[in-house]
């Protein structure tokens, strides 16, 4: 008992431990002066460096290979995102110019500032690119673990509680980081919360 016990808290501090060390980074990063200029490269920098430092057994690749593949994804993700969302938005404004809706752009343009690309298009793009660089399966539980962490995003877009620049990068990284780290840590989550069946 006791020895089961252990393995849970072992692997329980394997998930978290990580996922706090993210946030503490990001929050100085966002909070002291020292980084004030520099915070977003910092930022972004920190995330691709502790998802493979805290999963080298789960790499795919040699770990100067994955370091650097993870860290260039951070940054491509970030940047992808927004210039697709600026595709859909440009396309939105349009649609909305042809259909004789203008007076509803500047409504419908503060309602979706930051959604598509923070809550939506990046959570996808990291999950779906970081199966080339970790051992990630395809599965229902990975699918559904993505879809909740898309769905705490958007609520919390929503409600405002990452409306400013500082929360956006504690809350976003905080929140994929874990779920990246339930993600990877599947089979073992799987082993070892599995009810005893009893004869």
Request: aromatic share 16%.
């Amino acid at each position: 008992m006791e020895s089961i016990f252990i393995k849970k808290l072992t692997l329980v501090s394997k998930i978290f431990l990580p996922t706090i060390t993210c946030f503490i980074l990001v929050y100085s990063f966002q909070k002291l002066d020292f980084f004030k200029y520099s915070s977003f490269y910092y930022t972004i920098l920190s995330f691709g460096i502790l998802i493979t430092i805290f999963n080298l057994k789960k790499i795919r690749y040699g770990i100067i290979i994955n370091l650097i593949s993870s860290i260039s994804l951070s940054f491509l993700v970030f940047f992808l995102s927004l210039v697709i969302e600026g595709g859909l938005i440009y396309l939105y404004e349009e649609l909305l110019i042809i259909f004789s809706l203008d007076f509803m752009k500047p409504i419908a343009i503060k309602q979706q500032e930051n959604i598509i690309s923070v809550a939506i298009l990046s959570p996808i793009l990291m999950f779906y690119s970081y199966k080339l660089l970790f051992q990630i399966k395809n599965n229902r539980y990975f699918k559904v673990t993505a879809l909740i962490s898309i769905i705490i995003l958007l609520v919390l877009r929503l409600t405002n509680l990452m409306i400013e620049e500082i929360h956006l990068f504690i809350y976003w990284q905080t929140i994929m980081f874990l779920a990246l780290q339930v993600i990877l840590y599947e089979d073992e989550l799987k082993i070892l919360f599995r009810p005893n069946k009893k004869n």
